[in-house]
């Protein structure tokens, strides 16, 4: 388990990034946290000529609020981010979803961008990012774009950034007076889950819910978003009955994974079941969940 | 093979070593610097039995190259164990039987001596989380965390405060 | 009183240091890394291995295929006697004409560094002609399947036929028959194997570093295998990070990275990585039970009547067939039932290897009885703890002859109260108290499994103590140790028949330059075995020393006493000697002690050592114990916690009750990876599919619930002079059993949760799905 050979850069400026990626083009990898890069260059799974190391450009590094928008730079670490009182309070999903990613070393290199690039199916953070309809600062040496959370992950380990880009940073609105809730179900505590779920619910005045957000992983290659039972929720009074009619909307037919471990009924069994403790959580955190 | 120089700061010491870049930086300390104390027990980042602490944090060693330790202030086992005899957490895993075969044993002490040195009273499920990435195959964890939960308990009754680092505070 | 104390282990200062010599910790000068290529096929005919490129890479000093083994070298062979021929299974080092499971050692690289080693292999060129994969023991017996080996896929079939069973069914009140299936999975220690080996061309002599285990029988194989003198070859054990039955077998590379270092007469080390080790270990479990067990209106169990089907993989290894052996044999556990059937069937299939693992053939046998019982208790009525109550051998009844036989030796229980421990074990667990059902709309279930395990089996183990001037002793021990605590356990021993405080003893193992003959460690064994070859030398220590005394001061030796490490007198208030003086006065050639000169004046004072080889009684020492277990199950999704487990057990007597107890804790972790989580799945192609850390799970600190172990001294074993009973297996082995029972009483379900592992899709699949409901 030796990697195969491979050059080493460790750029501190964005340019002198993009300048090495321009230069070595499909034969490069950037390096972020490593924790899944490592692995698979240790199994001689990954076999760049080219290791582009970004842990030395401070600028992809960072939280900033301003105006409820925050702004996370992609090499930020997931442990800094899991201690983060700025994401614990204005991005509690993040939090939450940080706490199943791996363990206290794993996630003391592991960065945000990185998981997020890496889209895992089972991961935790892109989930989190659809859930937010957070926004991915792409930048190249062609300069930055912009796209959304939805656009960004397309399909198991695949995304939208081409060669020579990378994520530089993620930004989301921060919405008041919400609740979040997020439940998963892994082998293991830490590993990759089964079926994930992530909700977000706002309460109006009247303690309706006025906004639903529901997420479902690792079903399919992609995080499936759950409008429909959003829908049925919003306008109404919570309740866990309402929750448990609503999460039935779950469009099962788009689950696709299916194996011998983990099959596609069982992956249906359990997801409203999951759905359902994510919203109740998310309801119990605006403090409205009635029984 | 293009060999790089790494300068490193290794248990407060200042070393250089020249390495490949393929080289991860559990396997230079083992075989550059002869710190054999850290253990590889699956070079793929899931047992801890390498994890050792750079730049104030619990690290997998073999998650890392070596090229990337430029700078980096390192402490491994050796470090983390006194000149003579053995530190409160390693004498208190004696104590409780949290070994058996010893092969993850300096995952574990590193990760305990990284939590006591930053809370030194741990809840019993901070203690269990900060263990939550080490795998021993023998002793079923729990000698581990009793020797963890006595000596949060030692400080406790001794009311310990959190170790004042110079790392702690570089930034 | 050094037996019987808690006391901190003396192993344990190097390895919380970060001392520990692991074998990956040495090297030698001009020493050179091997690795090993392995066929990337389950099942293929060997066309060409090509070799040029592999051979042109700088840093590559060799690369050695099959054609460079020497011309007539025997298979490794079967170190423990099976019930048939298993010749034509057995595995060459390296794959000759044909590779029959993925992992397969082709060729051994050896280069500057283990990095440019696997380079290289990336460069050998293999021409192989694949050949369908057989990957199931069912498809493997079946009429047109493909042949793994040209004597068939049957290796074996054998069993016994007990009493009358089938007058047993036909009389019958109530008879239960399912299938319980145990999932392929094996010891993973966590450091993986290694060895490192140095020919000293000119001495003539071998030094291999990294065995352990069987370090003298690998030994005399190697010497077999190599055509070389016994004592020409030393293997030395490290420190080893666990073996749990599966490391230090005699493996491919026993012989391939010796046979290299004499090759290129350099030191050649090899270090095993861990997705090797996933190929190359022995596998283990794997097996398939049918079970019909039949029980009269009273509640007596009336017979076993029991198929069992496994799959050996793709060669016989050392163990034979060892693992269906001991489930066969030990299948009736605790119970007092005459009428016994065993049919068993051995297969090969395109896969690894198999051998033991901690606790072999009775995790699996345990689970496949026990879940049948709790099954009868429920078509009978009866309360599931009243029913095995009943059927428990009686003290009176000790000792209890089976009559099945495992490995040629006769299967009997030396002695024990099961019911006694029975009572104190489900007394102490409040078995019988009512318990809230539903906590939080999770289900509570309890679960039990009663058990005997075997221990201290095989033939005999050697030990030499000598004891220097100083009055420090020295014991070298024909077993080895990978991290059970023997440098420990066997200091006590000595510690407390010589009266010298543990800090002057040490204990030495796993080497066969410092001791003749050795057994070594397998089958909870050596603090039985090892340990009264200990007693039994520190005894004949005591004799010589107080003998010495009595010659050379001149009193009496009934005058004599040892006590605090020297010679007393009466009550005298300075002692006559120490042990260390009389140490020096039998050291060859003292004149201090005047012998008869024997013939040729040759001084016959030969020190203060004794070496002791201690024969063991072929049956062992019988443990009893009961595991207990209240698990929660959340019916939405089948997860499952475990609340409370406990193992009570009767060891007979506790050298030292914290290393008992760490026995038993950590026995059960692995018992509760069997039973959740740790599976080696194959696909068609005969591809192993959880072949990391990330698929392959190992129970962390999350999985661990609270285990309490209830340690007996009732009933000493008969068959050694300690009265100890081995205690390494009784862990894991009644995990799968009483957790999966504990479980379907949660549920409420007759059907279900007899396959391995249980993880959350089988808990719902026992249920039934209600899928969109």
Not at chain 2, 139 to 158: E, F, L, P
Not at chain 3, 142 to 155: F, S, Y
Request: one cysteine or more.
């Amino acid at each position: 388990m030796k990697p195969a050979p491979f050059d080493y850069f460790a750029p501190t400026t964005l340019e002198e990034v993009f300048e090495l990626l321009n230069r070595y083009g499909g034969d490069a990898r950037v390096i972020a946290g490593g924790q899944s890069l490592v692995p698979m260059l240790a199994l001689r799974l990954a076999r760049p000529e080219v290791v582009v190391d970004l842990n030395r450009v401070p600028s992809l590094s960072g939280i900033t609020e301003e105006d409820g928008v925050l702004r996370i730079g992609a090499m930020t670490r997931q442990a800094r981010a899991l201690a983060s009182d700025i994401i614990g309070t204005k991005l509690p999903l993040l939090h939450q979803g940080l706490l199943n990613v791996g363990h206290p070393p794993t996630r003391a290199r592991g960065t945000l961008g990185g998981s997020i690039s890496h889209a895992d199916p089972a991961a935790e953070t892109p989930m989190v990012m659809l859930a937010y309809g957070a926004k991915m600062v792409i930048a190249g040496s062609a300069g930055e774009r912009t796209v959304e959370a939805a656009e960004f992950t397309l399909d198991t380990f695949e995304t939208c950034l081409e060669d020579g880009e990378i994520l530089k940073e993620i930004i989301v609105e921060a919405s008041a007076d919400e609740g979040t809730g997020f439940s998963e179900l892994a082998r293991r505590r830490g590993d990759f889950a089964m079926v994930s779920a992530a909700a977000r619910i706002r309460l109006d005045a009247d303690g309706r819910c006025a906004e639903a957000h529901l997420m479902i992983g690792a079903v399919a290659p992609v995080p499936l978003r759950c409008d429909a039972v959003a829908d049925a929720l919003v306008g109404t009074q919570l309740t866990e009955r309402r929750i448990r009619d609503a999460v039935r909307l779950i469009d099962l037919n788009s689950f696709s994974f299916d194996n011998a471990e983990v099959s596609l009924a069982y992956r249906r069994h359990i997801a409203p079941t999951l759905a359902s403790r994510a919203l109740a959580q998310a309801v119990g955190r605006t403090g409205g969940l009635r029984t | 093979m293009n060999k790089r120089r790494v300068d490193l700061t290794v248990n407060n010491r200042a070393v250089s070593m020249m390495v490949e870049p393929r080289l991860s930086l559990a396997d230079a300390l083992r075989g550059e610097l002869g710190l054999t104390g850290t253990h590889l027990g699956c070079e793929h980042g899931v047992c801890g039995a390498c994890t050792i602490i750079v730049d104030s944090d619990p690290v997998r060693g073999c998650l890392m190259l070596a090229v990337q330790a430029e700078g980096a202030e390192i402490v491994t086992i050796e470090g983390a164990t006194p000149v003579v005899g053995l530190s409160e957490i390693q004498a208190a895993l004696r104590e409780f039987h949290g070994l058996q075969c010893g092969f993850c044993t300096p995952g574990m002490v590193m990760v305990l001596h990284h939590l006591f040195s930053n809370n030194p009273v741990p809840s019993d499920s901070e203690i269990r989380e900060a263990l939550s990435g080490q795998l021993c195959r023998c002793t079923g964890y729990q000698g581990i965390v009793n020797a963890a939960k006595a000596v949060a308990a030692r400080h406790m009754h001794q009311n310990v405060q959190p170790r004042e680092t110079s790392q702690d505070h570089r930034e | 009183m050094a037996i019987g104390e808690p006391i901190v282990r003396v192993e344990d200062e190097r390895f919380l240091r970060g001392e520990g010599r692991f074998i990956a910790d040495y090297a030698l000068p001009r020493m050179v890394e091997a690795h090993i290529l392995r066929s990337p096929y389950a099942h293929a005919t060997i066309r060409s291995i090509g070799l040029d490129q592999a051979l042109a890479l700088p840093g590559v000093h060799a690369v050695l295929t099959c054609d460079d083994l020497p011309e007539g070298l025997p298979p490794i062979h079967c170190r423990i006697p099976t019930h048939g021929d298993l010749s034509p299974y057995l595995q060459y080092p390296l794959a000759l004409g044909k590779v029959r499971y993925v992992g397969e050692p082709v060729a051994v690289i050896v280069a500057d560094t283990r990095a440019i080693a696997e380079d290289a292999a990336e460069l050998v060129e293999l021409d192989f002609d694949p050949l369908p994969a057989v990957t199931d023991p069912a498809a493997a017996l079946a009429a047109d399947a493909e042949q793994v080996h040209e004597a068939g896929n049957l290796a074996g079939r054998w069993g016994f036929d007990l009493g009358d069973v089938s007058g047993a069914l036909e009389a019958a009140t109530f008879m239960v028959s399912d299938r319980f299936s145990i999932q392929r999975h094996t010891a993973m220690p966590m450091e993986t194997r290694g060895l490192l080996a140095y020919y000293d061309v000119g001495r003539g002599l071998l030094d291999i570093y990294g065995p352990t285990k069987v370090v003298h029988t690998n030994r005399n194989l190697l010497a077999t295998m190599l055509r070389m003198g016994e004592a020409e070859i030393r293997m030395i054990e490290p420190d080893v990070g666990g073996s749990f039955g599966a490391r230090g077998e005699f493996y491919p590379e026993d012989f391939l990275i010796p046979f290299a270092a004499i090759k290129l007469r350099r030191p050649v080390r090899w270090i095993e990585d861990r997705v090797e080790h996933f190929a190359a270990i022995n596998h283990s479990r794997d097996c398939v039970f049918d079970v019909t067990v039949a029980a009269d209106a009273d509640g007596i169990i009336t017979a076993f009547d029991v198929k069992l089907v496994t799959d050996m993989g793709g060669y016989i290894r050392t163990h034979g067939d060892v693992v269906p052996s001991h489930a066969g044999a030990s299948f009736p556990g605790p119970y007092r039932v005459r009428n016994y059937r065993l049919d068993a069937m051995t297969v090969m299939t395109n896969k690894t290897p198999t051998g033991t693992y901690r606790a072999p053939g009775m995790f699996e046998a345990n689970f496949a009885r026990e879940r049948a019982i709790d099954r009868l208790a429920q078509k009978m009525g009866m309360e599931r703890a009243e029913l095995r109550r009943k059927n428990l051998i009686l003290p009176e009844q000790m000792p209890w002859h089976v009559g099945t036989e495992s490995v040629k030796r006769p299967t009997i229980f030396d002695s024990g109260n099961f019911p006694l421990i029975f009572d104190r074990a489900t007394d102490a667990f409040g078995w019988s108290l009512p318990y809230q059902r539903e906590v939080d709309g999770w289900k509570r279930g309890r679960g039990m499994c009663a058990l005997v395990e075997p221990s201290g089996l095989g033939p005999f183990e050697g030990v030499r103590i000598e004891v220097d001037q100083h009055g420090r002793v020295q014991i070298f021990s024909g077993s080895s140790n990978q991290g059970q605590g023997h440098e420990t356990v066997l200091a006590q021993i000595a510690s407390e028949v010589l009266t010298v405080p543990m800090e002057k003893v040490r204990v030495r193992h796993g080497d066969t330059g410092i001791i003749t003959f050795g057994g070594g460690t397998y089958a909870s064994r050596t603090a039985i075995i090892g340990g009264n070859a200990v007693y039994s030398a520190s005894i004949s220590v005591r004799t010589k020393a107080l003998d010495a005394a009595s010659r050379r001061f001149g009193i009496p030796v009934e005058e004599l006493d040892l006590r605090e490490g020297a010679i007393w007198h009466g009550l005298n208030n300075e002692p006559v000697a120490k042990i260390g003086d009389i140490a020096r006065m039998l050291m060859p050639g003292n004149q201090e002690i005047l012998q008869t000169p024997s013939a040729g004046n040759i001084p016959d004072n030969d020190g203060l050592v004794v070496t002791s080889y201690v024969r063991a009684v072929s049956a062992g020492a019988a443990v009893f114990a009961v595991h207990l277990a209240d698990v929660l199950v959340d019916p939405a999704t089948g997860e499952t916690r475990v609340e409370r487990y406990m193992v009570a057990c009767d060891v007979g007597r506790q050298i030292n009750p914290m290393i008992v107890e760490g026995q038993i804790v950590g026995g059960v972790a692995q018992g509760l990876g069997g039973t959740f989580l740790e599976e080696l799945t194959y696909n068609e192609e005969g591809q192993l599919t959880t072949g990391t850390f990330t698929d392959y799970l190992m129970p962390n600190i999350y999985d661990m619930p609270p285990v309490t172990s209830l340690v007996f001294e009732e009933s000493p074993a008969t068959t050694n002079a300690l009265g100890v009973k081995g205690v390494g297996e009784v862990g894991p082995s009644g995990v799968a059993a009483a957790v999966g029972n504990a479980i379907a009483d949660a549920l409420g379900t007759s059907v279900g949760l007899n396959t391995l592992p249980l993880t959350p899709q089988r808990v719902i699949e026992a249920i039934g799905f209600e899928v969109g409901a």
